[in-house]
């Protein structure tokens, strides 16, 4: 399945049959610091992911502060 | 994808997302209603809004700033925007870009100030002529020319998009310096006072990771993308490090922040007052100030005065980074 990352914005491949939880897992990023979303929908962790599916992983935390 | 067996906590539908600090999962619709209830809880907590009150919302184009915008129509308040364009190169103008289209597409009243055009600098050259790192050239400007456009605009108060995690990074910051001053002063409500426009908070009560989670569901595109000059500041390692806390401990950022206001925030009122001090008029622009020259006033002297910086120069800095 096709990957979406962000911040830089890049795309990767990885295989599906795994959870959301797993897929942040095993890219190595927060839950709390992440949304995905799977074929245009916001899905919540335990969402299996399969092939074909393309993912968007949308990083939420934002901004500066002096 | 297939087998999505988690249920929204209210209506049993397929959730969207679970929220570890509820323990639970919802379906758009009522994380939806979590987001507005958290918002009108904290409003009347600390007596932010009135319904009748002229709102001015400070824009960016990120996500926070237009769900707060966007709940607040909903919520039935009369609330015009203000985005400032920044001159930081693409960023700007992208950010530029969702904020009039969430306007135009809602019919909504949208005054815009660009620093380059109206004030002769922008944010890389004010960072290098003055030298501050980008974030406080940045602050120090969007606070003075919200501040003046409220009052110009004879508005009652300006709504910024600050969240939980801003704010419990920020107190994280404050803590670990223990800066009484800036921890007394760290309100969701900074009253109108010597010549400065009420100030509020909406969104203490919820996550930036709800507020992301809100503007999916509703429809609203932002910016992703960090800003470029941001990257790597000393506030996005705060608030990484909370939420390796809250990734082990749901909650601990509410309990945090929330904790802080509730139980040590009375007790540095006092102090708060005390900070305040006396203020003068600044020489140039006659604002509130507690020198001769406003902070604002000295930044604009040097920056307009200063070579316009190309963002690029300030992205060779080293400060990039993945995630």
Redesign the interface.
Same mark, same amino acid.
């Given at each position: 399945m096709k990957v979406l990352l962000?911040?830089?914005?890049r795309e990767i491949e990885v295989d599906g049959g795994r959870s959301v939880d797993r897929l942040l897992e095993e890219l190595g990023?927060?839950?709390? *610091?992440?949304?995905v979303?799977?074929?245009g929908?916001?899905?919540? %962790?335990? *969402?299996?992911?399969?092939d074909g599916?393309t993912i968007e992983v949308?990083?939420?935390?934002? %901004? %500066? *502060?002096? | 994808m297939t087998g999505v067996g988690s249920k929204c906590r209210v209506c049993k539908a397929p959730a969207v997302i679970d929220l570890p600090r509820h323990n639970a999962k919802f379906c758009a619709e009522h994380l939806q209603q979590l987001c507005r209830r958290q918002m009108a809880k904290a409003i009347d907590d600390f007596d932010m809004l009135s319904a009748d009150d002229r709102i001015l919302v400070a824009v960016s184009g990120g996500k926070d700033s237009l769900a707060v915008w966007d709940m607040l129509i909903e919520a039935g308040y009369q609330a015009d925007g203000l985005y400032i364009g920044l001159g930081i190169g693409e960023y700007s103008t992208d950010s530029g870009g969702y904020v009039r289209r969430f306007a135009d597409e809602r019919g909504l009243h949208l005054t815009t100030i660009d620093l380059r055009t109206d004030y002769g600098y922008d944010i890389p050259t004010a960072a290098r002529a003055t030298g501050r790192v980008p974030c406080s050239a940045c602050g120090l400007s969007k606070r003075r020319l919200f501040d003046q456009a409220a009052l110009d605009g004879g508005y009652d108060v300006v709504v910024t998009g600050h969240n939980l995690d801003d704010e419990a990074a920020v107190l994280f910051g404050n803590t670990l310096r223990w800066d009484i001053d800036y921890l007394a002063r760290q309100m969701p409500v900074l009253p109108a006072t010597n010549g400065f426009p009420k100030k509020v908070k909406p969104l203490i009560r919820l996550t930036e990771r709800e507020m992301a989670a809100w503007c999916l569901v509703r429809g609203i595109d932002y910016v992703v993308e960090e800003c470029p000059i941001a990257a790597g500041n000393r506030h996005l390692s705060y608030k990484e490090t909370l939420n390796s806390v809250e990734a082990k401990s749901p909650g601990s950022k509410a309990s945090f922040y929330l904790g802080f206001l509730e139980r040590m925030a009375p007790l540095l009122a006092g102090q708060s007052a005390a900070a305040a001090g006396d203020l003068n008029e600044c020489q140039r622009c006659g604002s509130p100030t507690t020198g001769e020259v406003c902070a604002f006033c000295r930044l604009l002297e040097k920056s307009a005065a200063h070579e316009p910086v190309p963002v690029e120069m300030m992205l060779t800095r080293g400060k990039g980074r993945r995630r």
């Open positions: 962000r911040n830089p914005r990023l927060d839950r709390e *610091a992440h949304l979303i799977c074929n929908t916001l899905v919540p %962790g335990d *969402a299996r992911l399969d599916d949308r990083p939420v935390i934002s %901004g %500066g *502060a002096d | -």
